[in-house]
């Protein structure tokens, strides 16, 4: 195994089996070269084969160059193609092979046939080290590809996550990763908002906020919210069976996620201990429980400067301030004894620049 930042990937194609799939290519090459053929590597991600298979073809045969395109950024494609740098002679009247790395979507072999077709090349053919015919968006040209891949996002040998891994001698794929799942608790004035934010979009996560899932079924009128509604309008408590019916259904409506942060759940430890039941049903769990951790007096100045932009009487008031503080804790310490009992609890001091504290929760999580 081997990672780069929280991904982490695991051997796919070895040195001994690229050199057999770079050979056979060579062979197919050879029989395809004459001296009107223009061989260009698609850099960065080709360079590795395409100087393999320049040094296992006869020199004389063919002139070589190279162009750089993008059209990648982290583990997904821009939709969209880029010239870097062009290095090679015009291509017109020449046959023209493009030696690539990988055919995913196959946009960029479509964007570069376009374009030398355009200008006035007589053939392009394709050379491709792999492939990911599930993937194919584009008619493509002709092509010969060394080894066909399922959709899975691979690196090494020329190929890179963010101009990573492009020096591995091997090809390894992205291993599937857990569900990142965080319960993130603050006292009143600890920031809390701020920072779900920030994680929801630095890893991509959904906020999940059990009120908002009580709205949302209410008003989807959903067989959930029609009793939700009927206990609420009875002036009782929703149920915590109802709640975690909620919070399945939103997992189930968000299969392809790559996490979430609850909010205002759990609460005591009896939700704590049904939501890990409704994970586990679902292959997934709590990754962990982020504690904001701030001093009592901390809170209560920061509370009283928001009361005053906010106008919220609970936000003027210092006694009703700290017995907020008091509830908060009394209610959230058999939550800590509950995760840290799975060693998933971990503070993080919630005092300083929020980029300081932003940074703090990062490095927790990635720790």
Same mark, same amino acid.
């Given at each position: 195994?081997?990672? /780069? ?7 796919? &194609? ?6 057999? &799939? ?9 029989? #395809? ?13 080709? %360079?590795?084969?395409? !100087? %393999? ?32 740098? %062009? ?17 995913? +979507? ?16 007589? @053939? ?27 959709? +899975? ?47 929801? #979009? ?6 999940? @906020? +059990? ?5 949302? #079924? ?12 009927? &206990? ?6 929703? @149920? ?39 994970? #586990? ?5 709590? @990754? ?29 008031? !210092? ?37 300081? /504290? ?6 927790? &999580?990635?720790?």
């Amino acid at each position: 195994m081997r990672k /780069i930042g929280p991904y982490v990937f695991e051997p796919l &194609i070895s040195e001994l089996e690229l050199e057999k &799939i770079i050979r056979d290519c060579a062979q197919w090459l050879i029989e #395809e070269v004459d001296e009107n053929t223009l061989c260009l590597i698609v850099d960065k991600g080709g %360079r590795p084969f395409g !100087e %393999r298979l320049k040094a296992l073809i006869e020199p004389e045969k063919g002139r070589w160059g190279s162009l750089r395109v993008k059209s990648y950024q982290g583990t997904e494609s821009k939709g969209d193609v880029q010239f870097l740098s %062009r290095d090679f002679p015009s291509p017109e009247g020449k046959s023209i092979i493009l030696i690539e790395d990988i055919l995913d +979507t196959g946009l960029t072999a479509h964007f570069l046939g376009s374009y030398f077709m355009s200008q006035g090349a007589k @053939s392009l053919k394709i050379l491709s080290l792999l492939a990911k015919p599930e993937k194919h968006k584009y008619v493509l040209p002709e092509h010969k590809v060394g080894k066909n891949l399922n959709d +899975t996002f691979v690196v090494g040998f020329g190929l890179d996550l963010n101009e990573k891994a492009r020096d591995w001698k091997s090809v390894y794929s992205l291993k599937k990763i857990d569900m990142l799942n965080l319960v993130l608790f603050g006292p009143p004035g600890a920031g809390k908002g701020t920072q779900s934010a920030f994680l929801v #979009e630095k890893y991509g996560l959904i906020h999940l @906020s +059990t009120g908002d899932l009580l709205r949302g #079924e209410i008003k989807a009128e959903t067989a959930l919210g029609l009793e939700a509604k009927a &206990i609420m309008d009875r002036g009782e408590l929703v @149920s915590d069976e109802i709640v975690i019916g909620m919070i399945g259904s939103k997992l189930d409506a968000n299969p392809d996620a790559k996490g979430f942060i609850f909010d205002g759940f759990p609460r005591t430890q009896a939700q704590a201990e049904a939501l890990d039941s409704l994970l #586990e049903e679902k292959g997934e769990s709590i @990754s962990m429980m982020l504690s904001l951790e701030v001093p009592e007096q901390e809170l209560v100045h920061r509370l009283l400067l928001r009361g005053k932009d906010s106008g919220r009487a609970d936000d003027q008031n !210092e006694e009703v301030i700290r017995n907020r503080i008091a509830e908060y804790n009394k209610k959230t310490a058999v939550l800590k004894d509950f995760y840290g009992a799975q060693n998933k609890c971990k503070e993080v001091i919630g005092v300083g620049s929020i980029e300081e /504290i932003s940074n703090r929760l990062s490095e927790a &999580i990635e720790d």
